[in-house]
């Protein structure tokens, strides 16, 4: 007869035969979300994710979408699983790969492209409750910046006389969609489309909505399960110590389900390419009392006639390329519906930097 036994972390693996017993230290499984790991004993296949006996080899390797810390390049590596119950070695970890898109778009959001599967693998969309119906219904647009974290708008979740800013959400009021192309809740689009529940809402301190001008428009989404990476579904960049500049007219790259040119709501996701307009120019552009808007920490893009955010962007990322990595800069917040044309303001991810690191930190 054969047992398994766990004491502790110590696994022990019996035979019983006639009036003896023969026992060994099993080795602990081994798991990682971002390695690939091929385990055999005596060149046969073994399950890395049950105990294993001693003399296993484990060979791990960067899952898909990742790649060795500091940007080395992997290290062979084998584990052997000994005598004494431990592997000979430790696992290393692989970060995800930012900003980078893996398929690019086929075709030519308010004049937007459609946009195909892999153009902007950050992008989430933001799906709220209908207990009308009951059903979800998409109300903005975020960015994935780690497995369990998710950038958006704060005016997204906030209702006046909030009493707090951190806004913990246990009823499953809000799921977020990655690798989602129709705006369609119901309809899974791909393998890489997935579908997780909001824990908790990270509102940024000092955002009172409209009285205080939409400034401080930022939110920081708590994911209840880490989202899986892949081709389709992985992270935009942070330039966490501001190594770049955007300068007016460099072209950024968003998309979402905004209204189009037509005045609709878009069923697919769109692209646009918008060109930047710093702080001073955007607010001087605007005399009808709008300029309030345009806070300190905002900018804004688009032009005036051409591409641009339209409703239902809200909460959507403007990413702009850096060194062949595309690196989140702004965040849809706010738009003047009194003019035609298709220039947007945008929260300022750099001026939120310590805030989001803080919370990064916290929780990875």
Same mark, same amino acid.
């Given at each position: 007869?054969?047992?398994?036994?766990?004491?502790?972390?110590?696994?022990?693996?019996?035979?019983?035969?006639?009036?003896?017993?023969?026992?060994?230290?099993?080795?602990?499984?081994?798991?990682?979300?971002?390695?690939?790991?091929?385990?055999?004993?005596?060149?046969?296949?073994?399950?890395?994710?049950?105990?294993?006996?001693?003399?296993?080899?484990?060979?791990?390797?960067?899952?898909?979408?990742?790649?060795?810390?500091?940007?080395?390049?992997?290290?062979?590596?084998?584990?052997?699983?000994?005598?004494?119950?431990?592997?000979?070695?430790?696992?290393?970890?692989?970060?995800?790969?930012?900003?980078?898109?893996? /398929?690019?778009?086929?075709?030519?959001?308010?004049?937007?492209?459609?946009?195909?599967?892999?153009?902007?693998?950050?992008?989430?969309?933001?799906?709220?409750?209908?207990?009308?119906?009951?059903?979800?219904?998409?109300?903005?647009? $975020?960015?994935?910046?780690?497995?369990?974290?998710?950038?958006?708008?704060?005016?997204?979740f906030?209702?006046?006389?909030?009493?707090?800013?951190?806004?913990?959400?246990?009823?499953? @009021?809000?799921?977020?969609?990655?690798?989602?192309?129709?705006?369609?809740?119901?309809?899974?689009?791909?393998?890489?489309?997935?579908?997780?529940n909001?824990?908790?809402?990270?509102?940024?301190?000092?955002?009172?909505g409209?009285?205080?001008?939409?400034?401080?428009?930022?939110?920081?989404?708590?994911?209840?399960?880490?989202?899986s990476?892949?081709n $389709?579904?992985?992270p935009?960049?942070?330039?966490?110590?501001?190594?770049?500049?955007?300068?007016?007219?460099? @072209?950024?790259? /968003?998309?979402?389900?905004?209204?189009?040119?037509?005045?609709?709501?878009?069923?697919?996701?769109?692209?646009?390419?918008?060109?930047?307009?710093?702080?001073?120019?955007?607010?001087?552009?605007?005399?009808?009392?709008?300029?309030?808007?345009?806070?300190?920490?905002?900018?804004?893009?688009?032009?005036?006639?051409? @591409?641009?955010?339209?409703?239902?962007?809200?909460?959507?990322?403007?990413?702009?390329?850096?060194?062949?990595?595309?690196?989140?800069?702004?965040?849809?917040?706010?738009?003047? /519906?009194?003019?035609?044309?298709?220039?947007?303001?945008?929260?300022?991810?750099k001026?939120?930097?310590?805030?989001?690191?803080?919370?990064?930190?916290?929780?990875?």
């Open positions: 007869m054969h047992v398994t036994y766990n004491y502790s972390w110590l696994i022990y693996s019996c035979l019983f035969f006639g009036t003896g017993v023969l026992c060994e230290k099993m080795c602990p499984p081994l798991v990682s979300d971002s390695l690939d790991i091929k385990c055999a004993h005596n060149g046969q296949y073994a399950n890395c994710s049950n105990v294993l006996i001693p003399g296993t080899i484990a060979t791990p390797s960067c899952k898909i979408a990742y790649t060795a810390l500091n940007g080395q390049e992997e290290t062979p590596l084998e584990l052997i699983c000994q005598s004494n119950g431990t592997w000979n070695k430790q696992l290393y970890r692989c970060n995800p790969n930012c900003g980078r898109v893996y /398929i690019e778009n086929q075709l030519l959001i308010n004049n937007g492209y459609e946009a195909n599967i892999g153009t902007a693998p950050w992008n989430v969309g933001i799906y709220r409750i209908n207990k009308n119906k009951p059903n979800y219904d998409l109300i903005c647009g $975020g960015t994935i910046i780690s497995p369990n974290l998710v950038i958006s708008a704060a005016h997204c906030w209702k006046n006389g909030m009493l707090s800013n951190n806004i913990s959400i246990n009823d499953g @009021q809000y799921k977020i969609a990655v690798g989602k192309y129709d705006r369609n809740f119901e309809i899974i689009d791909n393998d890489f489309t997935q579908i997780i909001v824990d908790m809402v990270h509102l940024k301190k000092g955002y009172y409209p009285a205080g001008y939409h400034a401080e428009d930022i939110a920081i989404i708590l994911l209840q399960k880490r989202v990476f892949s $389709g579904v992985a935009a960049c942070i330039d966490w110590n501001s190594k770049y500049n955007v300068v007016n007219g460099d @072209q950024g790259k /968003i998309v979402g389900w905004g209204k189009t040119e037509k005045g609709i709501l878009s069923p697919i996701l769109l692209e646009a390419s918008l060109p930047y307009i710093d702080h001073s120019s955007c607010r001087n552009m605007y005399t009808n009392g709008f300029e309030q808007f345009v806070t300190d920490d905002k900018f804004c893009a688009g032009s005036l006639t051409g @591409q641009g955010v339209g409703a239902g962007d809200a909460g959507a990322g403007l990413c702009f390329l850096h060194s062949n990595s595309y690196y989140l800069t702004g965040i849809v917040s706010i738009k003047d /519906i009194s003019t035609d044309n298709s220039i947007a303001v945008f929260t300022e991810v001026r939120h930097i310590q805030w989001i690191r803080e919370l990064y930190n916290k929780y990875n």
